[in-house]
């Protein structure tokens, strides 16, 4: 029988399955499509080189667990990897700011967080629970997937929730390089996503917002599931501070090689632009895998950017690696 946290894995596997499947399809279908070089992309605003494809490689998760703390850490440490962002509701998230603050700049975000989704692995609000109770469910921790917090919690209740989560990192002594969404719980609904850009603009931390201008992309996430009203595509053109091309995961795979063949097949597919790639690190331990029914995938992603074959995968194909840090060096220059 399957644990709560494996049901709910197992539910995430198709959705993820559709947006890698979209992904190829909308990179790939350039029957009516804009043709290259005749749109500016995100990147080419940001001065780099026309109709290159740039990536940031994008670990979440950081402060879930002990696991996922060493893995980002040593990814950081050998420089293979240059970008992540921690939850900050969980019990790791403050030893992971506190090692940030011990590096050279680097790129640690707040990765927003509404929701609690393991069965015995769990945890509530960053604000006072008093302030917030849309976002408690019956065991007094963060409801278990974004429908449920769409359902229960107000755009006020999780602004509240995300200033206090970003204010506990700069009380910390440390200031984030950007703000991300887990579980993609900030473009749950227009109103939340209107918080989302709001603070993101407030404090000067650029979120990880997607350009809509290009109908395709627009479509593309409209079928992955997300409320992309005329109203959203407006506040997404209004928003000032940088965005990104595209977006999307690293694909699962049923061995280490072939996630590897297929994370190849979808930086293959991608057209030129800014698009970041993220995925969950951790190390393998029997804790690990009674918290997620994923850990295999993550032990793997643990390992998939050190691995020389990936490294020259990137350069025979001209990929650009970049973080959230140098994207708003370029924006501000």
Known sequence: MKTNSEKIFSGIIPVLLVIVSLTLHYSCNRSGAVLPGTRITNAEKLGFPKNSRVLILHCDDAGMCEEANIAVKHYFETGDIRSAAVMVPCAYAMDMVEWAKAQDTPDIGVHLTQTSEWRTWRWGPVADAARVPGLIDTEGKMWRDVPEVVNHATAE?????????????????????????????????????????????????????????????????????????????????????????????????????????????????????????????????????????????????????????????????????????????????
Request: avoid cysteine; charge should be negative; hydrophobic fraction near 35%.
């Open 157 to 333: 209740e999780i602004e509240t929730e995300v200033r206090a989560q970003i204010d506990k990192v700069i009380a910390a002594g440390y200031r984030p390089s950007h703000i991300d969404t887990h579980m993609g719980t900030m473009y749950g609904s227009p109103e939340y996503l209107r918080v989302f850009l709001k603070i993101a603009e407030e404090y000067g931390i650029p979120a990880n917002a997607i350009d809509l201008s290009d109908e395709k992309v627009a479509d593309f996430f409209r079928k992955s599931g997300y409320p992309l009203t005329p109203d959203v595509v407006e506040m997404m053109a209004g928003y000032s501070l940088p965005k990104l091309d595209f977006f999307s995961s690293v694909p699962d795979g049923n061995s280490y090689e072939n996630k590897k063949e297929n994370f190849f097949r979808l930086v293959s597919s991608l057209n030129p632009g800014l698009t970041e790639i993220i995925f969950h690190p951790s190390v393998e331990t029997d804790n690990l895998k009674t918290i997620t029914g994923s850990w295999q995938q993550r032990v793997w992603e643990a390992q998939l950017f050190s691995d020389p074959a990936v490294k020259k995968f990137f350069a025979d194909n001209g990929i650009i690696i970049t973080n959230w840090r140098e994207v708003m060096q370029r924006h501000n220059n």
